[in-house]
């Protein structure tokens, strides 16, 4: 069976109602688990003080928010080059879901960065890279809203997305790029002398899998209701014509 | 069972609570819209249906 199959609205449907349940309640666990791990049972950094408990939202949000975007991006390839309507419904639903995520790195980096950096914000190359993004995934909302013909909406938002993925890269390796500002390099790494503490990142990894167990519950959420919202218009139109 | 957070705690407590509304909001926004949807789509469905019944 080819993974295409799954592309079709009405498979896609039978399969996420099963699934979806199951997904979100794993998610609300480990998200519960994460949190409480991270906030309660951590202790004080010795340069940061209790702070660093910021990284356990900080950090899986701002991961997402980029990631989301890699996932849009490689929905609306699919979309241009397959036509498969459900990729672009996909990337769509994913949209407000990186939105929000980028909103919470900004806010949370700002609250962080106060107490440390002693300002809310500087103009760094990960921050205004990040405030960028956050901008284009406006315009992507604002885009698909704008465009009555959803055909013509998914294939102008697949070049945005195209275009985007540029602010996505450069909010991921900003700060190696041009290793200046505010903000530090990676706290994870695959090199373990450059990794946050283990006290540190065992919660911090939990609350990674949760936020992307958040993600993709959310984002099979969120892409059944457009393939309703899609259906609905086609018979509201055949209805119109009758 | 409060952590001491210490004169970071303003600070602390805002980024959390300033994440989980945002969290909260999302989920409760996407629910509302899907369970919205499926009604309406239920709704003209069946109409649907009815017409053609009446049609024969």
Same mark, same amino acid.
């Given at each position: 069976?080819?993974? &295409?199959?799954?592309?079709?609205?009405?498979?896609?449907?039978?399969? !996420?109602?099963?699934?979806?349940?199951?997904?979100?309640?794993? +998610?609300?666990?480990?998200?519960?688990?994460?949190?409480? &791990?991270?906030?309660?049972?951590?202790?004080?950094?010795?340069?940061?003080?209790?702070?660093?408990?910021?990284i356990?939202?900080?950090v899986?949000?701002?991961?997402?928010?980029?990631?989301?975007?890699?996932?849009?991006?490689?929905? !609306?390839?699919?979309? %241009?080059?397959?036509?498969?309507?459900? @990729?672009?419904? =996909?990337?769509? =639903?994913?949209?407000?879901?990186?939105?929000?995520?980028?909103?919470?790195?900004?806010?949370?980096?700002?609250?962080?960065?106060?107490?440390?950096?002693?300002?809310?914000?500087?103009?760094?190359?990960?921050?205004? !890279?990040?405030?960028?993004?956050?901008?284009?995934?406006?315009?992507?909302?604002?885009?698909?809203?704008?465009?009555?013909?959803?055909?013509?909406?998914?294939?102008?938002?697949?070049?945005?997305?195209?275009?985007? @993925?540029?602010?996505?890269?450069?909010?991921?390796?900003?700060?190696?790029?041009?290793?200046?500002?505010?903000?530090q390099?990676a706290s994870l +790494?695959?090199?373990?002398?450059?990794?946050v503490?283990?006290?540190?990142?065992?919660?911090l990894?939990?609350?990674?899998?949760?936020?992307?167990?958040?993600?993709?519950?959310?984002?099979?959420?969120?892409?059944?209701?457009?393939?309703?919202?899609?259906?609905?218009? =086609?018979?509201?139109?055949?209805?119109?014509?009758? | 069972?409060?952590?001491?957070?210490?004169?970071?705690?303003?600070?602390?407590?805002?980024?959390?609570? =300033?994440?989980?509304?945002?969290?909260?909001? %999302?989920?409760?926004? @996407?629910?509302?819209?899907?369970?919205?949807?499926?009604?309406?789509?239920?709704?003209?469905?069946?109409?649907?249906?009815?017409?053609?019944?009446?049609?024969?």
């Amino acid at each position: 069976m080819s993974i &295409w199959e799954y592309a079709n609205p009405v498979r896609f449907m039978r399969l !996420s109602d099963r699934v979806l349940p199951w997904l979100a309640a794993l +998610s609300a666990i480990l998200m519960l688990v994460a949190l409480v &791990w991270g906030f309660f049972f951590t202790p004080d950094d010795y340069r940061q003080g209790s702070t660093v408990k910021i990284i356990f939202i900080h950090v899986p949000s701002a991961m997402i928010a980029i990631n989301a975007w890699v996932m849009m991006l490689i929905a !609306s390839l699919i979309w %241009l080059v397959r036509r498969h309507h459900v @990729s672009a419904l =996909a990337a769509k =639903a994913a949209a407000p879901v990186g939105a929000v995520m980028t909103m919470i790195a900004l806010v949370t980096g700002a609250v962080w960065g106060e107490p440390m950096w002693g300002t809310w914000w500087a103009w760094d190359p990960r921050l205004t !890279s990040f405030l960028i993004l956050f901008l284009f995934y406006l315009g992507y909302i604002a885009l698909w809203a704008a465009i009555d013909n959803p055909d013509t909406a998914a294939d102008l938002t697949s070049v945005l997305a195209i275009v985007g @993925s540029v602010f996505a890269v450069l909010s991921r390796y900003a700060a190696l790029i041009w290793n200046q500002g505010l903000h530090q390099g990676a706290s994870l +790494s695959m090199d373990r002398a450059e990794h946050v503490a283990d006290v540190f990142y065992y919660p911090l990894v939990t609350a990674i899998i949760a936020f992307i167990l958040l993600f993709v519950t959310l984002v099979i959420l969120r892409t059944r209701t457009e393939i309703r919202a899609r259906r609905l218009r =086609a018979l509201l139109a055949r209805e119109a014509r009758e | 069972m409060m952590p001491d957070l210490g004169k970071y705690a303003v600070w602390v407590l805002s980024a959390y609570g =300033a994440a989980l509304v945002l969290i909260a909001a %999302l989920v409760i926004q @996407s629910i509302w819209r899907d369970r919205k949807m499926a009604r309406m789509l239920a709704e003209v469905e069946m109409r649907s249906v009815r017409q053609d019944g009446d049609r024969g």
